[in-house]
């Protein structure tokens, strides 16, 4: 919703820089910004190989404006609103748990959990009137026209709506096998989308959360999703502290051990179900970001097209081994170093080298 701080967080955590003021709709056209994926594995890779670069993964956050009830109906930024967010992977839904008399709230109140009902109660009616489209739509080939596949999303569609009708998400839906999860993705529906909870909170209660943050706990204790206690305004200064000691010495006080922003891209990057493998050597320290499962060719052609189309096999290397050793002939001489083929699920944190043939 507009006024409970996403441009002031979005401004902690990325390279773009969003207007935030205290009025609705401040942010209208959405912002886009890149930022990097904090890693401590990166950084000791780096301080072991000392190479001529060091780059780490990244993640693209976009700040868009506020929702109000009756989006679904055009009110506010209505239609514009939800189609931004039909073009994410992920949502990030910023949810204000602080009290302040100078920050006005649009429907007049702090209710975190009403917030949360009223964003999505806008996105499942957006859904239904996708569902019942689609419905119409292949029906009649269901039907009639014996299409198979048909078939198959008119069962889906209909358990959706059947979900939507009840005032439940999407997500809420159990996929049955691998075919449905695809034509679910094909589906673009809002509802679906993996969330991230963010509990914005004032510095007082960036370590402990507060009653706006119990609240929101048991509101979405049956959606499974994952809930971040954040204060962005504070976020916001320590991002101004250029020194790093002084920044943790800010955070201790705090009584955090690492930023909330650091948690928040590190949850953001999970949240899509993303991992991580490094390249490591005297060149260059690299992550390299893959899909949980993916196999090892998918996470060749993640470096080059023709790593993937010519794959022969994958060096693999550990992380924690190439710590200990230090070195990759040292790894090698231990016996440490695995030789990989096709059919080897990537972990995350797995330092790889691949050879191929074009």
Same mark, same amino acid.
């Given at each position: /919703? !507009? ?5 002031? #967080? ?5 390279? %773009? ?12 056209? !959405?912002?886009? %910004? ?18 001529? +670069?060091?780059?780490? =993964?990244? &993640? ?5 404006? @506020? ?14 609103? #939800? ?9 990030? *839904? ?23 009902? &009223?964003?999505?109660?806008?996105? $499942? ?15 009649? $080939?269901?039907?009639? %026209?014996?299409?198979?596949? =048909? ?7 209909? +358990? ?7 005032? #439940?998400?999407?997500?809420? &839906? ?15 529906? #809002? ?15 960036? =370590?402990?959360?507060?009653?706006? &943050? ?32 002084? +920044? ?5 006080? /705090? ?40 196999? =090892? !060719? +998918?996470?060749?052609?993640?470096? *080059?097209?023709?790593?993937?189309? @010519? ?26 170093? @695995?030789?990989? @083929? ?9 330092? /790889? ?6």
């Amino acid at each position: /919703m !507009p006024n409970v701080g996403k441009s002031t #967080l979005f401004n902690c955590i990325s390279s %773009g820089k969003a207007q935030s003021a205290n009025f609705p709709f401040c942010t209208i056209d !959405p912002n886009v %910004g890149s930022t990097n994926v904090p890693d401590k594995r990166l950084e000791v890779l780096s301080e072991i190989c000392q190479p001529k +670069r060091t780059i780490p =993964a990244t &993640v693209e956050i976009v700040d868009i404006a @506020g929702l109000v009830k009756g989006a679904s109906k055009g009110e506010g930024l209505g239609n514009q609103f #939800l189609a931004n967010i039909r073009e994410t992977d992920a949502i990030l *839904h910023v949810l204000r748990c602080f009290d302040d008399s100078n920050i006005v709230h649009v429907d007049g109140s702090v209710d975190p959990v009403r917030d949360k009902e &009223v964003v999505d109660t806008e996105l $499942q009616i957006k859904d239904l009137e996708t569902v019942e489209n689609r419905i119409k739509k292949v029906e009649k $080939q269901a039907t009639t %026209g014996g299409d198979k596949e =048909a078939k198959k999303l008119l069962q889906l569609l209909l +358990r959706y709506r059947e979900a939507l009708l009840k005032g #439940l998400s999407c997500r809420t &839906v159990a996929l049955e096998n691998a075919e449905e999860e695809q034509m679910a993705k094909d589906l673009y529906l #809002l509802t679906n989308k993996p969330v991230l909870y963010v509990c914005n909170v004032d510095e007082a209660s960036a =370590a402990t959360g507060n009653a706006y &943050v119990d609240a929101v706990r048991a509101a979405v204790a049956s959606e499974n999703a994952e809930i971040l206690v954040i204060a962005a305004r504070t976020e916001a200064e320590i991002a101004e502290i250029e020194e790093y000691e002084d +920044r943790q010495m800010f955070l201790e006080e /705090m009584g955090l051990e690492e930023s909330g922003v650091v948690r928040l891209i590190q949850g953001a990057y999970k949240l899509l179900g993303l991992r991580t493998f490094f390249t490591a050597g005297a060149d260059e320290c690299r992550a390299w970001t893959i899909i949980a499962g993916d196999k =090892a !060719p +998918r996470a060749a052609g993640v470096i *080059h097209t023709d790593f993937e189309r @010519g794959f022969i096999r994958a060096e693999v290397i550990k992380y924690e081994d190439f710590v200990h050793y230090r070195t990759e002939a040292a790894v090698r001489a231990a016996g440490k170093m @695995g030789i990989e @083929g096709k059919d080897y699920v990537v972990q995350d944190g797995d330092i /790889m080298h691949f050879l191929f043939n074009v």
